[in-house]
């Protein structure tokens, strides 16, 4: 199993911009804590992150035909793009949204959410954890044989 785990604007800055809201975990741990998860559970997981709306849009595509699922954080994309929304339904591959925070109780133009209408499923509120809990969602369904959509419980406790 191949899974492409995409990060948009700031989500470099994990532990410097507002910890708070993101955590004090630092993106390093956040890609080490991906990698060890990957190698324990003997699967392949490629990480890619940038703050460029047109370099999400290329990763996304070049996933087509040869990974089995993406794990996304669009960052603020998640409320402004289009094209990566457009993107994700391209490539008919099982995508899950992923935010360290609970946007749901943030700002209003938080809870709009383009992204996830090419979703099936949404992990918000759990830290850089919610990243493994979408890698393991991906690992059920492709077990499974076909993804499942989750969209109803959009937090899962």
Same mark, same amino acid.
């Given at each position: 199993?191949?899974?492409?785990?995409?990060?948009?604007?700031?989500?470099?800055?994990?532990?410097?911009?507002e910890?708070?809201?993101?955590?004090?975990d630092?993106?390093?741990t956040?890609?080490?804590?991906?990698?060890?998860f990957?190698k324990?559970?003997?699967?392949?997981?490629?990480?890619?992150?940038?703050?460029?709306?047109?370099?999400?849009?290329d990763?996304?595509?070049?996933?087509?035909?040869? #990974?089995?699922?993406?794990?996304?954080n669009?960052?603020?994309?998640?409320?402004?793009?289009? !094209?990566?929304?457009? !993107?994700?339904?391209?490539?008919?591959i099982?995508?899950?949204?992923?935010?360290?925070?609970?946007?749901?109780?943030? @700002?209003?133009f938080?809870?709009?959410? #383009?992204?996830?209408?090419?979703?099936?499923?949404t992990?918000?509120?759990?830290?850089?954890?919610g990243?493994?809990?979408?890698?393991?969602?991906?690992?059920?369904?492709?077990?499974?044989?076909?993804p499942?959509?989750?969209? @109803?419980?959009?937090?899962?406790d």
């Amino acid at each position: 199993m191949k899974i492409k785990v995409i990060n948009g604007p700031n989500i470099n800055m994990l532990g410097i911009r507002e910890p708070g809201i993101y955590g004090a975990d630092n993106f390093k741990t956040l890609i080490k804590n991906i990698k060890a998860f990957a190698k324990e559970n003997k699967i392949k997981v490629d990480c890619y992150q940038s703050n460029h709306e047109g370099d999400l849009v290329d990763v996304i595509q070049a996933c087509y035909g040869k #990974y089995d699922g993406i794990v996304i954080n669009p960052g603020a994309y998640t409320h402004t793009s289009i !094209a990566i929304l457009d !993107a994700a339904k391209a490539v008919k591959i099982p995508v899950v949204e992923v935010h360290i925070s609970k946007v749901e109780e943030r @700002e209003d133009f938080r809870q709009v959410s #383009y992204i996830r209408q090419a979703c099936v499923k949404t992990i918000t509120g759990h830290g850089i954890a919610g990243y493994i809990e979408g890698i393991q969602y991906l690992m059920d369904c492709h077990v499974a044989g076909a993804p499942r959509n989750d969209k @109803e419980g959009k937090n899962e406790d």
